[in-house]
């Protein structure tokens, strides 16, 4: 799903995407000429394989999401951000790929499956 940034307005874009497992929701609101902010709830469980043992399992997800998407590069000013800046530049919010964004820096962290949580040693 792609959203054209100019046509984002001071009233709540609402989005929803679901993905296998998981659930991107939220809005995109207009915050300055060349940034809009995106706030959405990333809900869900999110396969990969346990940083230890490497046996698949779930991940569940619960997170708040939210940074500002700059209509091409972004030149910052004085006034410093409260949040990230995502720079697109075609002209569009492509949610369905900063959702697999999301996903994949959870995937990126460091997690393991409850077999190995309760280990405190491993041979290898």
Do not use: W
């Amino acid at each position: 799903m792609k959203i054209l940034l100019r046509k984002v307005t001071k009233s709540p874009s609402d989005f929803e995407i679901l993905s296998e497992d998981i659930t991107f929701k939220g809005y995109l609101e207009y915050h300055s000429p060349k940034l809009t902010r995106l706030h959405a709830k990333l809900q869900g469980d999110v396969a990969k394989p346990c940083d230890i043992c490497a046996e698949d399992m779930s991940v569940s997800v619960d997170e708040e999401v939210e940074f500002f998407i700059s209509d091409g590069i972004y030149q910052q000013d004085d006034t410093p951000l409260e949040f990230d800046v995502v720079e697109s530049f075609d002209e569009n919010a492509d949610i369905d790929a900063l959702m697999q964004s999301e996903v994949e820096m959870i995937k990126s962290d460091y997690h393991t499956c409850e077999n190995c949580k309760d280990k405190d040693e491993f041979e290898f």
